[in-house]
């Protein structure tokens, strides 16, 4: 079931990409992909921060935390 969403998920973001760059331009379609990125990795640095403070040992516990 989750492999089904992820691919879904997926297949629309790489067919959705391109069109939306055709509507926006171009230059806005990078401005906001490379946005994403930043917020990604944004992300990934908070829950790794998260996990330092609470002494997690997974992200397992983490969550359940």
Known sequence: MVFTL???RLGMGIVGIPYVAIQ????FAVIFQVLFIAF???SIWLLLQARALTGKS????LGIY
């Open 58 to 61: 997974s992200f397992s516990e």
């Open 6 to 8: 992820l691919g879904a």
């Open 40 to 42: 990604g990795i944004l």
């Open 24 to 27: 926006v331009g171009f230059v």
